[in-house]
């Protein structure tokens, strides 16, 4: 028997509708809005096994307006994934269900990623493309063929990393993405109208893209216009125009449904209206069945896909590709016995340069780019041609004046698998990224955030430029790793140990000006530790002097002041604080002892290193805003020299 379409689809709304009640929290809105279209978009097009949700050629799908969450919830359920299971949809937004209120890619497999933060499943979704398209360039549509789908929403399309997205993804003529737009035309305030009166499809037109409309509740118009949109070469818009929370008689097409439960009497309405008799959480046989049914073309393809790569030449590089794991070559290895061999006199975007050129020409899986500051940031390589709508194979990507969707960007090709990406900006310029940074380390991935310009060390661009709060507030972040080199041998420890992580991003915080080198010994990656005794005191300790990045050589110049005044001071350098607290007690408590005067020394605020100086130590920084000034002019203006710094630790000592 074949089942009106629009009874799979009520299996969407009464799963919306339950749990949110249960919950008495959520948003039943959009998915009972965009159930005809999820099912559709289920039922013909998306290509996906639920026994294998990791399958390297799915379809990826997205749900950028996350707070509709219950729409993957029950659409997984529905097609027969393991989980969540009917219990954990019963348990939706309470603690330890995996049913979040928004999606979590870390809580459920067949979750590509984490969204909620509105626009940045859309921008993301683009990286996933990117990466499809630059894996199929190299292994072939046998191998890497599959499609990106986006289900946003008004919110998704009225933030403005939309507006970077989708120039990006117009640029570079991503056609496998199809976004399917929730036009419902409520936001939480109540009509689109009050906000914006846009004309957003031109706006897509105008980027580069295909746009098509269509009834968000005619199956038939659906498909006519996914149809389209897979025919066009561009990528697509589908404005699928909806009623939220259709099917509640007296709430649909209005706020009252966005971001709150129905209530139990218009439930009760409107299970009458839709035609829908089961109890709550239950899903009858027959509406069951024909949904665990559609699973049955994906893992067609999935078999046949499997049988095609047992006989691909490139199976072993492909694999190897997909899991991620990297190391290190004897290139690498050169590189570093090099650096110990003539040690450089560069700053550490440079030094970052160097390592990367050694590291892009043995590790196939790195793709840069920059937000139009290549020539600043360092990113690009010999190995690295530009990826371009013309010839994807290529590695390093122009973004143009786009951090936030850069950002973003390498968070979709991480997530998809098979890439590496890192890319540069300004380390000020971490602000307009900050979101999708979070989103990198909240969905626990492995990006490289390159930020060059990493204090008033890049002189006269001034206080707008220069940045001062910006580390400390970037380390705050959980499971951000901060590192911020001291030299060229540190530089390159730091790219081995951010390559090494599987779990969370790294941000490499690199200077303008040149540092002297500093380290001569590369038997052991020193800054695995997060800090370690740069030099000994050569009398009796009584200081320890802890700096990080361009501000290590300057407390070098301020132990060899105390030493002259028979103070003995060790030299600790921080290259990264997380790394730092990760170490064991017994070495934490070596290299930071309670018997000596702990001072720290940073161009940046000095908020924070108290955590390390405790509050009897002394902190060296800038607790205000830049200037503009050559570099040395400024160092000296805001007291960062060994002649301002030593006579104020000598006074604290009695001397």
């Not at 339950?18 to 998306?46: C, K, R, W």
């Not at 936001?187 to 009834?215: P, Q």
Request: charged share 20%; with cysteine; aromatic share 6%.
């Amino acid at each position: 028997m074949t089942l009106p379409e629009r009874q799979l689809a009520n299996a969407i709304r009464a799963l919306a509708m339950d749990a949110v009640q249960a919950a008495n929290s959520g948003h039943p809105g959009m998915p009972m809005g965009m159930a005809d279209v999820a099912t559709v978009l289920y039922s013909d097009y998306l290509k996906f096994d639920p026994s294998d949700p990791a399958w390297p050629d799915r379809d990826r799908f997205v749900l950028s307006a996350g707070h509709g969450s219950m729409l993957a919830y029950a659409t997984l359920h529905l097609a027969g994934y393991a989980h969540p299971t009917i219990d954990e949809i019963r348990a939706f937004r309470q603690l330890n269900s995996p049913c979040a209120g928004h999606p979590e890619n870390f809580e459920l497999a067949g979750v590509e990623m984490t969204t909620g933060p509105l626009g940045q499943g859309l921008a993301t979704a683009v990286g996933m493309a990117i990466a499809e398209r630059h894996l199929n360039a190299i292994y072939g549509d046998a191998l890497v063929d599959h499609r990106t789908w986006v289900i946003a929403g008004d919110g998704c399309l009225m933030e403005g990393i939309n507006h970077e997205a989708i120039g990006l993804a117009g640029h570079l003529g991503l056609g496998r993405l199809i976004v399917l737009w929730d036009d419902n035309r409520i936001t939480i305030d109540g009509s689109t109208d009050l906000s914006t009166s846009e004309d957003v499809r031109a706006r897509y037109a105008a980027t580069g893209w295909h746009v098509e409309s269509c009834d968000g509740h005619d199956p038939a118009d659906i498909r006519r216009a996914i149809d389209a949109a897979i025919a066009d070469g561009r990528p697509s818009l589908i404005a699928c125009r909806t009623l939220i929370g259709f099917g509640a008689p007296n709430k649909q097409g209005t706020a009252a449904t966005h971001g709150s439960p129905l209530g139990a009497d218009e439930i009760a309405a409107a299970r009458a209206n839709l035609g829908w008799t089961a109890e709550p959480f239950v899903i009858p046989a027959e509406i069951a069945e024909a949904w665990q049914g559609f699973g049955a073309r994906g893992r067609t393809l999935h078999a046949e896909w499997n049988d095609r790569l047992a006989t691909n030449g490139n199976k072993k590089e492909f694999e190897d590709r997909l899991s991620g794991k990297v190391a290190p070559d004897d290139a690498f290895r050169a590189y570093l016995d090099s650096l110990v061999a003539e040690p450089p006199k560069v700053a550490t975007r440079k030094a970052s340069e160097n390592a990367l050129t050694a590291l892009t020409a043995d590790i196939a899986a790195l793709v840069g780019g920059s937000a139009d500051l290549t020539g600043s940031n360092n990113t690009k390589t010999s190995s690295t041609k530009p990826l371009t709508k013309d010839d994807y194979s290529g590695r390093y990507i122009y973004y143009g004046i786009r951090e936030f969707g850069m950002a973003a960007a390498m968070n979709g090709m991480a997530l998809h698998g098979g890439v590496i990406p890192y890319g540069g900006t300004f380390l000020v310029f971490s602000d307009y990224c900050r979101g999708a940074i979070r989103l990198s380390a909240l969905q626990r991935q492995r990006v490289v955030y390159v930020m060059t310009h990493d204090s008033i060390g890049l002189g006269e661009d001034g206080p707008t430029h220069q940045p001062i709060e910006h580390l400390q507030s970037l380390r705050a972040m959980p499971n951000l790793l901060v590192m911020r080199p001291a030299d060229a041998v540190e530089t390159a420890e730091c790219w081995a140990i951010a390559l090494a992580q599987d779990s969370r991003p790294t941000l490499l915080a690199l200077t303008r000006q040149n540092l002297p080198p500093l380290r001569h010994d590369v038997t052991e990656n020193l800054c695995l530790k997060g800090a370690y005794r740069l030099r000994d005191a050569a009398a009796a300790r009584r200081v320890v002097l802890v700096a990080t990045g361009s501000e290590v050589s300057l407390a070098l110049d301020v132990a060899e002041r105390l030493e002259a005044a028979g103070q003995g001071a060790d030299v600790v350098s921080m290259v990264s604080t997380e790394l730092f607290d990760e170490q064991d007690s017994a070495y934490r408590a070596d290299v930071l002892p309670r018997d000596a005067l702990i001072v720290s020394i940073e161009a940046g605020t000095t908020f924070g290193w108290e955590r390390y100086t405790g509050r009897d130590g002394l902190r060296f920084g800038i607790d205000s805003f830049g200037a503009s000034a050559p570099i040395d002019d400024l160092y000296r203006h805001f007291g960062l020299t060994a002649d301002a710094i030593a006579p104020q630790i000598l006074a604290r000592l009695g001397q």
